[in-house]
Structures are given as structure tokens and as C-alpha cells.
């Protein structure tokens, strides 16, 4: 290479799934050679349904349109904001000002960059769960930002512990992630958790960034922390389409939060990107339009899949919360590292399931099933892994 990288670059590696997804990719070309089936990818969370049919209708036909290809405004179409107004209001009981607190994004993931450049200097402390996204912790990073970890534990339910938060150094704070229903260990929100987050930012004067994205999969009760009386005073929310509309790919997110905050992200992104292609904007304000029925469908198919998921697990010997929400399986596995048993299944079996030591070290001892296959890539994930002779017994 003629020039140095950035120093900033030095601080991170690149995504743990972008590496693993190549080796799989040369695994299963040395399997494809030999006539063996390639690897059954249980790690991430990408959909496989299909979007609803109004909203592929909806981009079909703009696409045809030829005045729908041209540079898109950057705070995205009046009808979009519109109606991500309008699902706030429908599903969470949040009133929204879909001029003034509500920002279009190019997928919520990216959205984690933009707030830190907007709000993060070199130096300023930022509160990242663990186990927790490690792109909370990438993006830190990425700014200069110093990061305090705050622990999630299986005994307090997998919420931020408020009397040891109380007791840390909060000076120099600016922004806490939290994330719920959470990902990777599927603990779900309650009124009485975004009530306390949202006492604890309004008291230390640290900006919440409630990551949302999971809130429909497996929970009958959408939350929104902007719900919260006062909330926008000391809170954002990032959501998206990806996961409970089926639309990972399309990259279609949004941030909510009181006029200022959205400003200062519009500063950052509108250097960032040239606006939304107009007909997936049309597309989405027909995706979150969806009633019901939409969600129940979706949920007895993720219900479905939980139930083979758990029986992975139970054969493995790993235990598990039977009632875990979005679209993953957390499951402990005891004194066994969670990358021994993982690499161990999918180097055997040929079978990868994602070790939880990737978002942070309370992970170390559980491994993650995405929902993200269908039954029968789940059955035949578990007569291989059966077959294999695989599980936790042997390690003790």
C-alpha cells in the first residue's frame, strides 16, 4: 500500500461477520470439490421472508416511472416521514412531528456512525453494553470517543444494573446505547426499564440512544422509550424495516428524537449520502401501512422456529430462555467457552451458530441461533450436528 492507513483504523478489525462469511465461502468451495453440502449458516440475522406484497408492488411501479431516478431530497419524502409518524402513533402511542423529529436513514446500522460524528469529540466517554452490537463499541471507537462498558447479566434479567451505573464515573458521559428487546440475548423492554433509562439521562445529562429494531419480532407489546413522559429531552430511537418487514436489503431506517438532535445528525449524514432512492421511500410508507395480521403471520413463523432452535440447544445441552424475543436464541453454555463449542460444531457438523464472545466478554459462555432459516434448514442443522456426536457433556 503507497500510504499509511488512518490511525483511527488501528483501533478496529474488521466485522467479525465479514471475515467469518469468507472463510465460510472458502469452506464451502472446498466442500462443493469433495460433493459435500455447503455449511448451514445459523449466525446472522437476515430475514428470508419476503416484504410484504404491497410494498414490491409499490417499487416495481416507481421504478418505471422515469422522473423517480433522480438525487432525493436529504431529510427524505414528506410521505415517508409521514408514515413512520404514523406507525409511531399506531403501534407505540408516541406522537411524532414528521417535519421536524424525524430523520430517514440509509439503514439504522449506519445511523450508529452519524450520531457519533455528530455528537462524540476525541475523548468523550460513551456507555456500550456488554454483551451488547459491537458496532456501539466500532463506532466509539472509529471517532475517538473512550468507552465505558456497563455489564448486562442473565440474573438481573439482562437490564443495566442502576446502582452499579450510579457508582461508576459518569463524568464526561455524552451518549449511553442501550438496546431492547436486546440483541443477541432476546431480554425484552418493560415501561418500568425506559422509564429508569430515561430518569438516568435526564439526571447525568447523557443522551440515551435506544436502539430499536426488534420490537414486533416475538412481542406482543411494541415499546418505544420515547413513549416515556419527557423522553425527547434526554433520548433518540433508532428503528428500521429490515427486520419486522422483512427488508434487511433495502437498507430503509429511521432516527426519532426532538428537533436539535435531528439537526445535528442531518449536518453529518447530508455529507454522506445523496437522499433515499424515491422508490424505495414509496415502498416503505406501504410496508409500515401493514395491520395486524402482518405481524401475526410474522411471529407464528418465528414461534415456529424458536421451538427447533430450543431443540438444537437441548441436544447440545445448552440452556435457554423458552420465551426470548427477537429474532435470535441466547443460550449458556456453562464452563465451555462459547467459540470452543462453535468452531467445535461448525468444523464437525458443518453448522455455524455465532459465538456470543463477539459482543463482549460477559458472551464468552453462550453461543446465538439466528431464527433467520427455515424449519427445515433447522432440522437438518440438528441431524447434523446429531450426527456429529456434538455437545457440552464431553467437555466436562
Known sequence: M?????????????????????????????????????????????????????????????????????????????????????????????????ATEIQPLVGSKEAILLISLAFLDKGDKVLVPDPGYPTYSSASKLVEADIVTYDLCEENGWWPDFDALEKMDLEGVKIMWTNYPNMPTGAPASEDLYSRLVDFGRRHGILICNDNPYSFILNDKPLSILSVPGAKDCCLELNSLSKAHNMAGWRIGMVAAEPDVIREILKVKSQMDSGMFKPLQLAAVQ??????????????????????????????????????????????????????????????????????????????????????????????????????????????
Open 2 to 98: 503507497i500510504i499509511k492507513a488512518a490511525k483511527r483504523t488501528e483501533s478496529v478489525r474488521e466485522y467479525y461477520f465479514s471475515m467469518k462469511l469468507k472463510e465460510i465461502a472458502r469452506m464451502n468451495a472446498e466442500r462443493l470439490a469433495i460433493g459435500d453440502e455447503p455449511v448451514i449458516n445459523l449466525g446472522i440475522g437476515s430475514p428470508d421472508g419476503m416484504p410484504p406484497t404491497e410494498a414490491t408492488n409499490a417499487l416495481c411501479e416507481s421504478a418505471r416511472q422515469p422522473g423517480n431516478h433522480a438525487y432525493q431530497s436529504y431529510i427524505g419524502l414528506p410521505e415517508l416521514r409521514s408514515a413512520f409518524a404514523g406507525w409511531y402513533a399506531r403501534w407505540y402511542g408516541v406522537e411524532l412531528d414528521p
Open 287 to 396: 410496508a409500515l401501512a401493514q395491520g395486524p395480521e402482518w405481524f401475526a403471520a410474522l411471529n407464528e413463523e418465528y414461534r415456529r422456529r424458536r421451538v427447533l432452535a430450543g431443540e438444537i440447544f437441548d441436544m447440545l445441552g445448552v440452556e435457554y430462555d423458552h420465551d426470548s424475543t427477537g429474532m435470535f436464541l441466547w443460550g449458556r453454555t456453562g464452563s465451555v467457552s462459547g467459540q470452543q463449542l462453535s468452531d467445535r460444531i461448525l468444523y464437525e457438523a458443518g453448522v455455524f451458530i455465532t459465538p456470543g464472545f463477539i459482543f463482549g466478554k460477559n458472551g464468552e459462555r453462550y453461543i446465538r441461533i439466528s431464527l433467520c432459516a427455515k424449519p427445515q434448514v433447522l432440522k437438518r442443522a440438528a441431524e447434523k450436528i446429531r450426527n456429529a456426536g456434538i455437545g457440552i457433556s464431553q467437555y466436562l
